[in-house]
Protein backbone atom coordinates (compact mmCIF):
# COMPACT_ATOMS: atom_id res chain seq x y z
CA UNK A 1 0.00 0.00 0.00
CA UNK A 2 0.58 3.67 -0.52
CA UNK A 3 2.06 6.10 2.37
CA UNK A 4 3.13 9.07 2.86
CA UNK A 5 5.72 10.59 4.95
CA UNK A 6 6.38 14.40 6.16
CA UNK A 7 9.12 15.98 8.66
CA UNK A 8 9.72 17.26 10.92
CA UNK A 9 6.30 17.00 12.48
CA UNK A 10 6.96 20.48 14.58
CA UNK A 11 9.42 22.89 14.02
CA UNK A 12 10.29 25.81 15.34
CA UNK A 13 12.79 28.70 13.58
CA UNK A 14 13.35 32.70 14.01
CA UNK A 15 12.95 34.70 11.58
CA UNK A 16 15.68 35.15 8.83
CA UNK A 17 16.58 31.73 9.25
CA UNK A 18 16.15 28.80 6.39
CA UNK A 19 14.05 26.03 5.70
CA UNK A 20 13.74 22.81 4.26
CA UNK A 21 10.69 20.39 4.77
CA UNK A 22 10.36 17.07 3.23
CA UNK A 23 8.10 14.46 1.76
CA UNK A 24 8.26 11.34 0.34
CA UNK A 25 5.78 8.65 -0.97
CA UNK A 26 6.45 5.06 -0.90
CA UNK A 27 4.18 2.78 -2.79
CA UNK A 28 3.68 3.92 -6.11
CA UNK A 29 5.26 5.48 -8.90
CA UNK A 30 5.44 9.19 -10.84
CA UNK A 31 2.78 10.46 -8.38
CA UNK A 32 1.72 14.09 -8.69
CA UNK A 33 2.92 15.64 -5.21
CA UNK A 34 1.69 18.95 -3.51
CA UNK A 35 2.17 21.19 -0.71
CA UNK A 36 -0.36 23.38 0.81
CA UNK A 37 -0.07 25.83 3.75
CA UNK A 38 -2.95 26.10 5.98
CA UNK A 39 -3.18 29.16 8.76
CA UNK A 40 -4.88 28.47 11.63
CA UNK A 41 -8.41 27.90 11.17
CA UNK A 42 -8.36 28.80 7.53
CA UNK A 43 -8.48 26.42 4.96
CA UNK A 44 -5.77 25.00 1.99
CA UNK A 45 -3.47 27.23 -0.44
CA UNK A 46 -1.97 25.19 -2.63
CA UNK A 47 1.70 26.75 -2.51
CA UNK A 48 3.30 24.25 -5.19
CA UNK A 49 2.75 20.96 -7.45
CA UNK A 50 4.75 18.86 -9.07
CA UNK A 51 3.90 16.11 -11.98
CA UNK A 52 7.39 14.82 -12.68
CA UNK A 53 10.85 14.82 -11.68
CA UNK A 54 12.24 18.20 -11.67
CA UNK A 55 8.88 19.57 -12.91
CA UNK A 56 7.29 22.31 -10.33
CA UNK A 57 4.26 24.50 -10.75
CA UNK A 58 4.43 27.64 -8.46
CA UNK A 59 1.26 28.76 -7.75
CA UNK A 60 1.48 31.73 -5.08
CA UNK A 61 4.33 34.54 -5.24
CA UNK A 62 6.50 34.22 -2.00
CA UNK A 63 9.20 33.65 0.39
CA UNK A 64 9.45 29.39 -0.84
CA UNK A 65 10.03 27.36 -3.24
CA UNK A 66 10.30 23.46 -4.34
CA UNK A 67 11.96 20.97 -5.76
CA UNK A 68 12.13 17.27 -6.49
CA UNK A 69 15.20 15.97 -6.71
CA UNK A 70 13.69 11.92 -6.74
CA UNK A 71 10.40 10.78 -8.02
CA UNK A 72 8.61 10.13 -4.98
CA UNK A 73 10.76 13.03 -2.92
CA UNK A 74 9.27 16.73 -2.75
CA UNK A 75 11.06 19.41 -1.03
CA UNK A 76 9.95 22.72 0.28
CA UNK A 77 12.76 25.27 1.16
CA UNK A 78 12.88 28.90 2.34
CA UNK A 79 16.31 30.95 2.09
CA UNK A 80 15.06 33.16 4.88
CA UNK A 81 12.35 33.04 6.60
CA UNK A 82 9.31 35.65 7.33
CA UNK A 83 6.78 35.69 10.51
CA UNK A 84 3.79 35.12 7.64
CA UNK A 85 5.32 31.96 6.83
CA UNK A 86 3.97 30.42 10.05
CA UNK A 87 1.48 27.52 9.63
CA UNK A 88 0.69 24.12 8.87
CA UNK A 89 1.95 22.74 6.02
CA UNK A 90 0.54 19.52 4.19
CA UNK A 91 2.22 17.07 1.53
CA UNK A 92 -0.34 15.49 -0.68
CA UNK A 93 0.17 12.52 -3.69
CA UNK A 94 -2.31 11.90 -5.91
CA UNK A 95 -1.99 8.86 -8.54
CA UNK A 96 -3.97 10.14 -10.90
CA UNK A 97 -6.68 12.61 -11.73
CA UNK A 98 -9.49 10.03 -10.58
CA UNK A 99 -8.40 9.69 -7.14
CA UNK A 100 -8.29 11.78 -4.35
CA UNK A 101 -5.08 13.66 -2.80
CA UNK A 102 -3.93 11.64 -0.06
CA UNK A 103 -2.16 13.99 2.91
CA UNK A 104 0.87 13.38 4.67
CA UNK A 105 0.59 14.31 8.58
CA UNK A 106 1.63 18.16 8.34
CA UNK A 107 4.36 20.23 9.45
CA UNK A 108 3.60 22.66 11.92
CA UNK A 109 6.02 25.78 11.76
CA UNK A 110 6.00 28.57 14.28
CA UNK A 111 8.47 31.58 13.45
CA UNK A 112 9.52 33.67 15.95
CA UNK B 1 -11.68 29.62 -12.88
CA UNK B 2 -13.42 27.30 -11.15
CA UNK B 3 -14.61 28.51 -7.55
CA UNK B 4 -16.22 26.17 -4.75
CA UNK B 5 -18.25 27.51 -2.10
CA UNK B 6 -19.51 25.45 1.06
CA UNK B 7 -22.25 26.65 3.47
CA UNK B 8 -22.28 26.39 6.30
CA UNK B 9 -19.08 27.81 6.92
CA UNK B 10 -19.89 27.16 10.60
CA UNK B 11 -22.39 24.57 12.28
CA UNK B 12 -22.85 23.93 15.96
CA UNK B 13 -25.56 21.23 16.49
CA UNK B 14 -27.33 18.48 18.80
CA UNK B 15 -26.44 14.86 19.27
CA UNK B 16 -29.07 13.31 17.29
CA UNK B 17 -29.79 15.81 15.24
CA UNK B 18 -29.75 15.92 11.00
CA UNK B 19 -28.25 18.57 9.22
CA UNK B 20 -26.49 18.77 5.53
CA UNK B 21 -23.23 20.86 4.26
CA UNK B 22 -23.78 21.94 0.92
CA UNK B 23 -21.09 22.29 -1.59
CA UNK B 24 -21.35 24.30 -4.77
CA UNK B 25 -18.90 25.00 -7.87
CA UNK B 26 -19.28 27.61 -10.30
CA UNK B 27 -17.95 25.36 -13.64
CA UNK B 28 -18.64 21.85 -15.01
CA UNK B 29 -17.56 19.14 -13.07
CA UNK B 30 -18.16 15.12 -12.28
CA UNK B 31 -15.34 14.57 -9.99
CA UNK B 32 -15.52 15.63 -6.55
CA UNK B 33 -14.29 14.43 -2.69
CA UNK B 34 -14.70 15.04 0.35
CA UNK B 35 -12.63 15.12 3.47
CA UNK B 36 -12.27 14.94 7.19
CA UNK B 37 -9.74 17.31 9.21
CA UNK B 38 -10.02 16.84 12.74
CA UNK B 39 -8.21 19.87 15.12
CA UNK B 40 -4.75 19.80 14.51
CA UNK B 41 -4.17 16.69 12.25
CA UNK B 42 -3.98 16.11 8.74
CA UNK B 43 -7.12 15.71 6.07
CA UNK B 44 -8.46 12.38 5.26
CA UNK B 45 -10.69 10.93 2.62
CA UNK B 46 -13.99 10.10 3.32
CA UNK B 47 -15.76 10.23 -0.23
CA UNK B 48 -14.94 10.20 -3.89
CA UNK B 49 -18.13 11.47 -5.88
CA UNK B 50 -16.94 10.31 -9.85
CA UNK B 51 -20.38 10.97 -11.87
CA UNK B 52 -23.70 12.58 -11.42
CA UNK B 53 -26.04 11.12 -9.08
CA UNK B 54 -23.00 9.50 -7.10
CA UNK B 55 -24.20 8.63 -3.49
CA UNK B 56 -21.67 7.12 -1.07
CA UNK B 57 -22.65 6.18 2.55
CA UNK B 58 -20.35 5.52 5.40
CA UNK B 59 -21.89 5.18 8.95
CA UNK B 60 -23.59 9.05 10.05
CA UNK B 61 -22.21 10.69 6.34
CA UNK B 62 -23.89 10.34 3.45
CA UNK B 63 -22.43 12.06 0.04
CA UNK B 64 -24.41 13.18 -3.67
CA UNK B 65 -23.10 14.47 -5.94
CA UNK B 66 -25.54 16.50 -9.06
CA UNK B 67 -23.76 17.69 -11.82
CA UNK B 68 -26.13 19.18 -13.15
CA UNK B 69 -26.85 21.68 -10.44
CA UNK B 70 -23.40 21.83 -9.61
CA UNK B 71 -23.87 20.53 -6.12
CA UNK B 72 -22.76 18.29 -3.47
CA UNK B 73 -24.24 17.12 0.10
CA UNK B 74 -22.84 15.54 2.82
CA UNK B 75 -25.78 14.68 4.80
CA UNK B 76 -25.35 14.10 8.75
CA UNK B 77 -28.15 11.41 10.46
CA UNK B 78 -28.45 11.13 14.16
CA UNK B 79 -24.94 13.00 15.09
CA UNK B 80 -22.55 12.16 17.53
CA UNK B 81 -19.91 14.30 19.14
CA UNK B 82 -17.09 12.09 17.59
CA UNK B 83 -18.35 13.49 13.90
CA UNK B 84 -16.97 16.96 15.20
CA UNK B 85 -14.24 18.33 12.33
CA UNK B 86 -14.14 20.42 9.60
CA UNK B 87 -15.35 19.13 6.54
CA UNK B 88 -13.79 20.46 3.29
CA UNK B 89 -15.06 19.65 -0.73
CA UNK B 90 -12.78 19.33 -3.41
CA UNK B 91 -13.15 19.52 -6.98
CA UNK B 92 -11.66 18.47 -10.14
CA UNK B 93 -11.96 21.04 -13.32
CA UNK B 94 -13.93 19.48 -16.26
CA UNK B 95 -10.94 18.72 -18.78
CA UNK B 96 -8.60 17.88 -16.46
CA UNK B 97 -6.07 19.40 -14.13
CA UNK B 98 -3.47 18.35 -11.68
CA UNK B 99 -4.88 20.42 -9.04
CA UNK B 100 -8.34 20.32 -6.83
CA UNK B 101 -9.90 23.19 -5.66
CA UNK B 102 -10.91 23.41 -2.05
CA UNK B 103 -13.75 24.56 -0.68
CA UNK B 104 -12.90 26.69 3.03
CA UNK B 105 -14.21 23.93 4.77
CA UNK B 106 -17.05 23.63 7.40
CA UNK B 107 -16.27 23.73 10.83
CA UNK B 108 -18.54 21.15 12.61
CA UNK B 109 -19.16 21.10 16.49
CA UNK B 110 -21.47 18.09 17.41
CA UNK B 111 -22.64 19.52 21.45
CA UNK B 112 -23.95 16.07 23.99
Redesign the interface.
Known amino acids: SQTIHQWPATLVQPVGSPLSLECTVEGTSNPNLYWYRQAAGRGLQLLFYSVGIGQISSEVPQNLSASRPQDRQFILSSKKLLLSDSGFYLCAWRATSNQPQHFGDGTRLSIL | ELKVEQNPLFLSMQEGKNYTIYCNYSTTSD?L?W?RQDP??????LF?L?SNGAVKQEGRLMASLDTKARLSTLHITAAVHDLSATY?C?V?PQG?????V????TKLTVNP
Not at chain 2, 102 to 105: D, E, P, S, V
Request: net charge positive; charged share 30%; hydrophobic share 30%.
Open positions: RYYGKSLESVLFADGSEKLFGKG
